[in-house]
């Protein structure tokens, strides 16, 4: 894919949020790097920049965990959104396929919320969703094992078929062999 492909995906994501007028759609431009991640790079970013992604899986685990702990914290891929706190909450995050994102650094956010007041629609939004995302896991972890699986499927339908089940079992807070066995 050229990079107006990636140019005009991240139009319609941010569309898809509210109305995005020609003027911001070019100081959006003007600040956005399209940036192509290796599959087991991590991402590298200040607190709260933003990463949009356009193509691929992105998983975030905590970076303290250790090897019989559950480390997987969230799966997000395309047209999902990360709102960098890392440094605040002891994560990271590892593509785990190769990936393509639309970053913007908080700097920027400021600055295109300060010259367009619309954005800040979007930015709400995108807070919005990744709070919600965030809340997922903990509703998740109290269904039952079987019904857990199931709500993955539907819920994370990218990551269900292109994950590990060492990385699935972990974030449905199972063991990969019994995760197998349902």
Not at 20 to 31: R, Y
Not at 70 to 78: A, L, P, Q, R
Not at 100 to 123: D, G, Y
Not at 138 to 144: Q, T, Y
């Amino acid at each position: 894919m050229e990079r107006t492909n990636y140019q005009n995906l991240l139009f319609e994501i941010l569309h898809e949020l509210a109305p995005v007028p020609p003027a911001l759609w070019s100081s959006i431009l003007a600040v956005v790097e399209i940036r192509s991640i290796k599959k087991g790079r991590y991402l590298q970013a200040k607190l709260l920049d933003l990463h949009i992604v356009l193509e691929g899986i992105i998983i975030k685990r905590w970076d303290d965990a250790g090897p019989l702990q559950n480390d997987v914290i969230d799966f997000i891929s395309k047209k999902q959104f990360i709102l960098h706190i890392e440094d605040v909450d002891g994560s990271y995050f590892k593509a785990d396929s190769d990936v393509v994102t639309a970053f913007i650094s908080r700097e920027n956010i400021i600055k295109l919320m300060e010259e367009h007041p619309i954005f800040a629609n979007h930015s709400n939004y995108l807070i919005a969703t990744v709070l919600n995302r965030r809340s997922f896991r903990g509703r998740l972890l109290k269904m039952p094992a079987k019904d857990r699986k199931t709500t993955f499927g539907k819920e994370y339908p990218e990551a269900n078929f292109h994950c590990s089940i060492s990385d699935k079992s972990s974030f449905l807070g199972i063991s990969a062999s019994y995760y197998s066995t349902i």
